[in-house]
């Protein structure tokens, strides 16, 4: 697996995702500047979280038109893995990779702690490191991570399997406790929550550790 990791002015979770990928790839992944005009060669590519240009306008909005988005996109749609984290999860539905929206959080404050999810869709690459119905911790660390779609779309996602993960106490307002998404072709997900603040027990948790390694192994 060739990964790479795409940053933005404002990214802070780049380097945390940079640690996973390596970890689980026994390989650094290339971090690819938003300016840049195309991707390196790569199999594999992951938006990482933050506040990407101060969240300006809407979180994500600005990212979305990043010059290296539009290779991003192609190769999505091309069929090339793409997973965007929290901010890259906004950034992605803002680029039209993925349906809905990423609202203020219902209680309009910034919700940072460790929640436990239940795995909706294990069939995807994405989560084929966990059995359906079980339940993982990830850490979340968002203002605007309450997922919007209308009922016409929701119901898509949940008739098409695309719901990959779902709160189990919902800790921004979330449509049907909606934390992660896939897209159509089950190329591309979007989830608020931090699989890559959880492959350590030096952080309480492995379960980001058997997120990554799943992927890696289905990707293979």
């Avoid at 990928?21 to 500047?33: F, I, N, R, S």
């Avoid at 008739?159 to 919902?170: F, I, P, Q, S, T």
């Avoid at 089950?186 to 603040?197: F, I, K, Q, S, T």
Wanted: charged letters at 20%; a negative charge.
């Amino acid at each position: 697996m060739k990964p790479c990791v795409i940053v933005f002015p404002a990214s802070n979770c780049d380097r945390d995702v940079a640690v996973a990928l390596e970890q689980a790839t026994g390989k650094a992944p290339a971090m690819v500047w938003h300016g840049d005009a195309s991707l390196p060669d790569t199999d594999f590519i992951v938006l990482p979280g933050g506040f990407s240009f101060g969240d300006y306008l809407r979180s994500g909005a600005m990212a979305a038109k990043s010059p290296i988005m539009r290779d991003v996109i192609e190769r999505a749609n091309a069929g090339t893995p793409v997973i965007g984290i929290c901010n890259g999860f906004q950034t992605l539905c803002e680029a039209g990779l993925l349906p809905g929206a990423l609202l203020r959080n219902a209680d309009l404050k910034f919700v940072c702690r460790t929640v436990t999810l239940k795995i909706e869709n294990s069939q995807s690459m994405f989560t084929s490191g966990f059995q359906n119905g079980q339940f993982v911790d990830f850490p979340v660390a968002h203002h605007d991570g309450n997922y919007f779609a209308d009922d016409a779309t929701l119901d898509r996602l949940e008739g098409e399997g695309r719901v990959a993960l779902r709160y189990v106490d919902n800790p921004n307002g979330s449509a049907r406790n909606i934390a992660g998404i896939l897209n159509n072709a089950g190329n591309v997900l979007g989830l608020m929550p931090h699989p890559e603040r959880m492959i350590s027990p030096l952080l309480g948790c492995m379960d980001g550790a058997a997120f990554f390694s799943g992927v890696v192994k289905a990707a293979a």
